[in-house]
């Protein structure tokens, strides 16, 4: 009879340097793109390089950057929130609605989040409970939360918010440093810790990759993939808060291609949008990118209109890429 | 003697850490069955995809017909006459059984559509003619997995191919219709074509190939034919080394019932399944394909609820919704679906394994790598898991080892009843015995084994009792002592005793 116990061999825990892998990564490429376009902003315009003007290029991402913490998990587990505009919307007309019974600023922080994570539940509950495809479910909302939003405001708008309140959208912690960025940088930490540093995150990645498999390995996928619906509703009821304070007013049409861009920075933080893959550090790199690239557009006078026409061939150039990437190595 | 159709000459190919080819050579002969036999990670699957366009060789030639090819593509290994029939066949569910027969050359009318007309009545001919009694009309998903390797064979005819490979066709199909399969193969022999066939099974091999080719670790060790070569001399080949008792002698002490399973029942699959498995116990499941074995051990399992019945563990009454919860029961499943449902393919080993042991190996849900790597280790190589580390792609192991990473997984849970459910299907003789001799030692340790097996040697070999299934419901529970294998096969089939004599 054979002795199976004793080997005599150990296999080792990775045979690659990770010094390595870490020069040739994705991120890194980020990093340096980045560089790039910040130089090319201080030559392109005379008021780039001032403490004042690069504090409010941080305004022009941190709204769309803190959803796309959370959709970045909701994406590497195999879904998709594409609602998250809306919930702004709808969030933002509840804490005006809030506001003409009298609110207080707690209230009114409080409405905000809290519409976010019902209606991010709400995403959860069709896609995990009624088994339905997260893509059809949210095209769905997206549709209903900015719906009700239209019917309570028609064409009218919510003005008049207390000063408290709109500190969170126009308020600084110290210096040229605001709110938004503070939240912002910390969330990241938060979310970094929280997909690569915890059991929670694993799951996330091992139900990206094979959730049947993963269903089979003992994993609660339905539980999660909720959780991660709350969390997208969550950060997105955050942003409606932020992006109301900063605006002090709510219009139905509010955060308009809001997850377009969100969804931009994930996909080009290098998360695969086929699920299983991605990193925080990537996609608040990205999330620089992109307000880089639209704030130096918009120093050089650049209209809106052509700002979505970048987000969008950005967006389809880094789904492109790794595939053409790919095909090409084929053939080589 | 003629000259062989396809000669494969000096050919290599190697992974980042590993070497799955080295200069082997391969001829087939037209109109001879060829079996290419070898232990997992001999290289076995790694040669049908250089041979089918998938992989690149590093080195060597291919010659069809004595000219010089290249494959750079699935394609162009079509185009020249080379077809395959998959382990876990590649066919489309949602298309009708003609298209998956004519997909890619399907006969057109002059204006370049297809015509349907006539690849309707092409199908049902070829089908015809290998009585296979399939509708050429009805949607793939609607057969069962050998109808699907008749589709297959059917779709090889159609493309005129000149070698058919078939890697392991048999592992799904049960004894009538692996009959069905060796009359195929030899309507295949007489037209002139030459077939690779890859088994596990020296009963197939005997029984259809002419010549052999014995492949380990990625090398060819030998080849012959099969009339002038005994079975242990083969297996010698294989292993490098003789191969005695398949078994492991059955010497683990049997104590109380672990787990009793009353009356369960699930509206579609299965009726009043009752069962029990006593610590240190072996309990063979034997039936014939589609008997419900796996749809009531997946209900076991979590993953599937029963509309009755109930289950009793360690005398408590449990009733899990989901495998999370059996996991925590102590209850564990090795599907037999490995690829989808046994490992997570796009994940490094360390991480397969440590997945429902996270609790363990983390403090307060954040992860210790160390703590992992080390569960990971003390498992593996419990299992003498072949790999270059830890942090390989399992995509990248041999379906071998691949299984050995999914016990691995729940061995590491200390679970009390583990389900292995066909744990040796497309696992060669080496593994298959290292499989089975764990397996004593786990009831050894106290553990309760429920095995699902469709194989007759391992369920006779390995199990203390046997419970048969038909049709999802239980027809016997019984003492393996003095069975004989016509005694299981007839309940199983439902073949009354006289008839059986």
Redesign the interface.
């Known amino acids: 009879?054979?002795e199976?116990?004793a080997?005599g061999?150990?296999?080792?825990?990775?045979?690659?340097k990770p010094l390595k892998s870490a020069v040739l990564s994705w991120e890194s490429l980020l990093v340096l793109v980045a560089v790039g376009i910040f130089i090319l902003n201080s030559f392109a315009s005379p008021y780039f390089l001032n403490a004042w003007s690069l504090s409010d290029l941080t305004f022009n991402f941190t709204e769309k950057a803190l959803i796309a913490l959370a959709m970045a998990l909701l994406i590497i587990s195999g879904e998709i929130d594409l609602s998250v505009a809306a919930i702004i919307a709808l969030a933002s007309t509840m804490m005006g609605l809030a506001l003409q019974y009298g609110a207080d600023t707690p209230t009114l922080v409080a409405v905000g989040v809290g519409v976010g994570i019902l209606c991010g539940a709400f995403n959860g509950f069709l896609v995990t409970g009624l088994k339905l495809p997260s893509i059809v479910v949210t095209i769905g909302t997206m549709s209903l939360f900015r719906g009700i939003a239209f019917i309570v405001l028609g064409d009218q708008s919510f003005k008049g918010y207390p000063a408290s309140f709109s500190w969170f959208g126009q308020g600084y912690v110290y210096w040229v440093i605001s709110f938004e960025l503070v939240l912002f940088l910390v969330c990241a930490v938060i979310y970094w810790?929280l997909l690569h540093?915890?059991?929670?995150?694993?799951?996330v990645?091992?139900i990206g990759?094979?959730d049947?498999?993963?269903?089979?390995?003992?994993?609660?996928v339905d539980r999660i993939k909720f959780i991660l619906f709350c969390l997208t509703g969550l950060m997105s009821g955050i942003a409606a808060v932020l992006l109301t304070a900063r605006l002090g007013s709510t219009r139905p049409s509010i955060a308009e291609g809001f997850e377009l861009e969100a969804i931009t920075m994930v996909v080009l933080g290098g998360v695969s949008i086929l699920g299983?893959?991605g990193s925080i550090i990537g996609v608040v790199l990205a999330a620089l990118i992109v307000g880089l690239v639209t704030f130096g557009l918009g120093l050089l006078n650049v209209p809106g209109i052509v700002m979505t026409i970048f987000t969008g061939s950005l967006l389809i150039v880094v789904i492109a890429l790794p595939i053409l990437f790919r095909m090409w190595r084929n053939r080589a | 003697m003629t000259d062989p159709i396809l000669t494969l000459s000096g050919i290599s190919k190697s992974f980042p850490g590993v070497r799955a080819l080295h200069d082997v050579s391969l001829e087939l002969y037209a109109g001879q069955v060829t079996a290419l036999i070898g232990e997992n990670g001999a290289g076995k699957s790694t040669l049908v995809k250089t041979m089918t366009g998938i992989y690149q060789p590093d080195a060597g030639e291919i010659r069809v017909g004595g000219k010089l090819v290249t494959l750079p593509t699935a394609h162009s290994a079509s185009a020249v006459g080379i077809t395959a029939i998959h382990q876990e066949t590649v066919l489309f569910d949602e298309l009708t059984v003609a298209e998956n027969i004519y997909l890619g050359h399907a006969p057109t009318n002059r204006f370049g559509m297809i015509d349907w007309k006539t690849m309707r009545k092409e199908a049902r001919e070829t089908l015809d003619s290998m009585a296979a009694g399939i509708d050429p009309d009805i949607k793939l998903k609607e057969l069962g997995i050998a109808k699907k390797h008749l589709v297959a064979v059917a779709r090889a005819l159609s493309v005129d191919a000149q070698v058919v490979i078939m890697d392991e066709p048999t592992a799904a199909l049960s004894q009538k219709e692996i009959e069905e399969l060796y009359v195929l193969i030899e309507l295949l022999k007489a037209d002139g074509k030459a077939i690779l066939f890859i088994s596990h099974k020296f009963d197939e091999i005997y029984r259809i190939a002419d010549r052999f080719t014995v492949f380990r670790d990625g090398e060819q060790v030998g080849k012959g034919m099969i009339k002038e070569t005994s079975q242990s001399q083969i297996v010698q080949l294989m292993v490098g080394r003789a191969v005695e008792n398949i078994f492991p002698p059955r010497n683990a002490v049997i104590g109380d019932v672990v787990l009793e399973a009353k009356g369960l029942s699930h509206p579609t699959e299965f009726e009043d399944v009752s069962f029990t498995v006593r610590k240190g116990e072996i309990l063979g499941f034997y039936g014939l394909v589609g008997a419900g074995r796996s749809e009531v051990m997946q209900a076991v399992f979590g993953m599937t609820q029963t509309s009755s019945g109930r289950l009793v563990l360690d005398g408590q009454a449990i009733a899990p919704q989901s495998a999370a919860d059996a996991v925590e029961a102590g209850i564990v499943y090795v599907p037999e679906e490995r690829g989808k449902q046994g490992v997570i393919t796009g994940e490094p080993i360390f991480k397969n394994v440590s997945l429902p042991s996270l609790k363990k190996t983390s403090k307060n849900g954040f992860l210790r790598m160390a703590e992992e790597f080390d569960l990971a280790r003390t498992y593996t190589e419990r299992l003498d898991l072949r790999a270059s580390s830890l942090s390989q792609n399992v995509s990248t192991l041999s379906g071998g080892n691949q299984q050995k990473v999914v016990i691995a997984k729940w061995l590491a849970t200390l679970p009390k009843v583990i389900i292995l459910d066909e744990p040796t299907k497309g696992i060669d003789i080496g593994s298959k015995a290292a499989v089975h001799e764990f397996m004593g030692e786990l009831v050894a340790q106290g553990l309760s084994v429920i095995m699902v097996s469709s194989e007759l040697p391992e369920v006779l070999g390995m199990s203390d009792r046997i419970v048969v299934m038909r049709e999802g419901r239980v027809i016997d529970t019984l003492d393996n002592d003095g069975l004989k294998p016509e005694t299981l096969v007839r309940l199983a089939a439902g073949i009354a005793e006289e008839q059986a004599a």
Request: aromatic share 8%.
């Open positions: 009879m054979t199976i116990h080997t061999r150990s296999l080792p825990n990775r045979l690659d810790v540093r915890t059991n929670f995150g694993r799951r990645f091992a990759n094979n049947v498999a993963a269903q089979f390995s003992g994993v609660r299983g893959a």
